[in-house]
């Protein structure tokens, strides 16, 4: 593990599964290890292998992946095929195994991050995460139906998603701004397929 003074850019993608503590211990397993699949399936359907990213932190009920600034691997891919990919899987999860299907919240940011030997740290997760567990953001999941909503942070927006890069676009992407200064404006997104699934942000956002 790094454990230095320098800080290292790394794409950041977390994820955080709904109402968690609703389920009992054994749930919790059943979840936690779906959960786990879900996300390494969808990392290699895009060709991104362990080497591509920091070991997985874990976070109970969620998991935090760190992924390294390779050119096989831009926010791009993340955007338009790891995050679409998670939904479709999610959604096959759920339809197979009804009792033990669950909804997420993911968010996607960039930035500098430090290490030290217990966990890596810095202002560009501390974003992430505000965004990731706003309100908001937990609210805007439940206006909807589908399996994953993701929040962008502001700088993934400025300098990806309104380029209109091949598979992504900007006009599926909502805003919405903190309502503490802590919490920087972000955007929800709701992936494709689920886009056929209705978002319902009125009463998110009066």
């Known amino acids: 593990m790094i454990s230095d003074n320098r800080p290292y850019y790394r794409s950041i993608l977390a994820v955080d599964v709904e109402d968690s503590a609703t389920r009992n211990n054994s749930a919790k397993a059943h979840m936690r290890a779906a959960l786990y699949d879900l996300v390494i399936e969808a990392f290699a359907a895009s060709g991104i292998s362990e080497h591509d990213h920091d070991p997985f932190i874990d976070r109970g009920d969620g998991i935090l992946a760190l992924v390294h600034p390779n050119d096989h691997v831009p926010k791009t891919v993340l955007l338009h095929t790891v995050v679409p990919a998670l939904s479709q899987l999610m959604t096959l999860h759920n339809l197979c195994s009804p009792a033990d299907g669950f909804r997420m919240r993911a968010v996607l940011h960039a930035g ?64 919405f701004p903190g309502q503490r200064p802590a919490t920087a404006r972000g955007w929800w997104h709701v992936p494709t397929p689920a886009t056929r699934h209705a978002l319902d942000l009125g009463d998110v956002l009066t």
């Open 112 to 175: 500098e991050v430090h290490h030290d030997r217990r966990a890596p740290f810095g202002e560009a997760l501390d974003l992430a995460f505000r965004l990731l567990d706003a309100p908001e953001t937990k609210l805007a999941l439940r206006r909807t139906t589908a399996p994953l909503l993701l929040v962008v942070s502001d700088d993934i927006y400025q300098s990806v998603v309104r380029h209109r890069y091949e598979g992504i676009d900007p006009v599926s992407f909502i805003a």
